[in-house]
């Protein structure tokens, strides 16, 4: 799935993004407020995200950004990046 560099993702298509880019792999069905962290987002799966958004949103991510509430759901991760790129 391609995910448009300007505009910010919906929560669908992070869920879509993820699997595409092998950070995590979501059911198609996946909630876009299921929890991420329980279904496998780990230390090196959120390194993996961080440089994913990076690469893709031409955004920088601090320490500050990545706390279990903003990673916590599609819906969350969506508003840090609709942040970040505003």
Known sequence: ME???KNSPTPTEIIDWLND???????WD???EGNLFEAGLDSMA????VVAVEDRFGIELGPEDLTKANLAT????AALIALRTS
């Not at 959120?46 to 995200?49: F, G, N, T, W």
């Open 3 to 5: 995910v448009s560099k």
């Open 21 to 27: 880019e092998g950070v995590l792999e979501l059911d």
């Open 46 to 49: 959120v390194m993996q995200l």
């Open 30 to 32: 996946f909630p876009e």
């Open 74 to 77: 599609p819906t969350t991760v």
